[in-house]
């Protein structure tokens, strides 16, 4: 079993920052990718951004150029910086850990950001 803790989440202004953090731990097999979903209110989930194993990062375009997402190999542990949040940042950010195919994906209980003044 793979556990995931998150923290970070919060409410901020528009403009400002939050760094959100994700902890795995447990019967790691490997890791194929491992990154952030979120889902605003009345939306779908969408993939906000991941670091693949060999150290490529894909982003979602809305994100590009604000958010960083980055990660400490040692602590099984990926960071995502949020620069420069909108209001349509709004959502419940997710972690995923994916180990490939043929086993088990995992994700966290999600932190809610909220963007607002």
């Known amino acids: 079993q793979v556990q995931l803790v998150e923290s970070g989440g919060g409410l901020v202004q528009p403009g400002g920052s939050l760094r959100l953090s994700c902890a795995a731990s447990?019967?790691?097999?490997?890791?194929?990718?491992m990154g952030w979903y979120r889902q605003g209110p009345g939306k779908q989930r969408e993939l906000v951004a991941r670091?693949?194993?060999?150290?490529?990062?894909n982003y979602a375009d809305s994100v590009k150029g604000r958010f960083t997402i980055s990660r400490d190999n040692a602590k099984n542990t990926v960071y995502l910086q949020m620069n420069n949040l909108k209001p349509e940042d709004t959502a419940v950010y997710s972690c995923?850990?994916?180990?490939?195919?043929?086993?088990?994906?995992?994700w966290g209980q999600g932190t809610q950001v909220t963007v607002s003044s």
């Open positions: 670091i693949i194993s060999g150290g490529s990062t």
């Open positions: 995923n850990l994916n180990q490939g195919a043929g086993f088990r994906e995992y």
């Open positions: 447990g019967m790691i097999f490997r890791i194929i990718h």
